[in-house]
């Protein structure tokens, strides 16, 4: 800890207006690429019928991919999940066909086709109204997360911090969420747990942050609100580093060797938390001295008893 302790303030907000225009841009790329591109939902929340096979010997995703078209299955998704002989396929929903009659039908086309005996592995459905109901409680879920933020970070510390804090949040969501749309990497529920997981990581980051900037409003009493700041930030650096870096061990961890199934899971939070913590610095931040945050909305009796102490020593 002592190794990372800075001795002198680095002047975080001497880049306040490269950092806003850098956030700008990245928000609007995301809103453009959600409103062009969208989000490319998984079966959670789509609907549809997921098919896990298994193959002797290596497969040719190309080729079942023209099998599946050729045989009246044009909208099936082909992909490896974990090996080059473990495939899984995914289907829109067919109102006329059950799920079993389905994964049977598949299986013998696949098997067929490559003239190998093909496992079925495992074989999901989901309604369309179940999918529907999923992505609206999903929505409502983040939602909450935020309103109930906010009404915590005001009570906790001051309405500048609050608003701060849910803009930072909102900011995170918003990029990891661009990504996955930019990308088109499928977004299932592991995923929104993912990003319900960045803004409890974010907001922690933030907290610190902001406890700091208000004990440092009550120590420091002859200096300005961006050079409180910047010392607040200085001072929490290396905690933020340390946890930051301990995080991405384990998150890089899951990416690399935890297999298809938490892909899109280890990957939305490796992400948000570079953006959470880069937002704990300089968004929330921001935001609360662009409001105008002061000492005496943070520390109002201190203020006061101050004032009426300089009137009684007057003659």
Not at 245 to 274: C, E, P, R, S
Not at 280 to 300: F, Q, R, T
Request: charged share 20%; with cysteine.
């Amino acid at each position: 800890m002592q190794i990372l302790q800075l001795k002198e303030t680095v002047n975080f907000m001497s880049y306040r207006k490269i950092a806003l225009v850098f956030s700008a841009l990245l928000m609007i790329a995301s809103i453009f690429s959600l409103a062009t591109n969208k989000l490319n939902f998984g079966l959670d929340f789509t609907g549809g019928t997921l098919i896990e096979v298994g193959f002797q010997e290596a497969a040719d995703l190309e080729k079942l991919r023209l099998v599946m078209k050729t045989n009246g299955f044009a909208d099936a998704k082909v992909q490896f999940y974990g090996s080059s002989r473990d495939v899984v396929i995914r289907l829109g929903l067919r109102d006329d066909v059950k799920a079993e009659m389905l994964g049977n039908e598949v299986l013998d086309v696949l098997q067929g086709a490559t003239g190998q005996t093909v496992d079925m592995r495992r074989i999901e459905f989901v309604g369309a109204s179940v999918g529907d109901e999923l992505a609206e409680q999903g929505g409502l879920a983040m939602l909450t997360a935020l309103i109930c933020i906010l009404i915590y970070v005001a009570f906790r510390f001051e309405w500048r911090f609050a608003v701060g804090s849910v803009v930072a949040l909102f900011h995170d969501v918003l990029l990891t969420l661009g990504l996955f749309s930019i990308l088109q990497l499928e977004f299932d529920l592991t995923v929104l747990a993912a990003i319900l997981a960045v803004i409890g990581y974010s907001l922690n980051d933030t907290i610190v942050v902001s406890d700091r900037i208000r004990e440092n409003f009550r120590k420091v009493r002859n200096s300005e609100a961006e050079e409180i700041i910047n010392i607040s930030l200085t001072q929490t650096l290396s905690r933020t580093f340390i946890t930051s870096i301990t995080t991405l061990l384990v998150l890089a961890a899951l990416f690399f060797q935890g297999g298809a199934l938490i892909h899109g899971f280890a990957t939305a939070l490796l992400f948000g938390v570079f953006v959470g913590t880069y937002s704990s610095i300089y968004v929330a931040s921001l935001v609360a001295l662009s409001l105008g945050i002061s000492k005496e909305d943070l520390i109002p009796e201190v203020i006061e008893k101050e004032g009426a102490d300089q009137e009684a020593m007057m003659p």
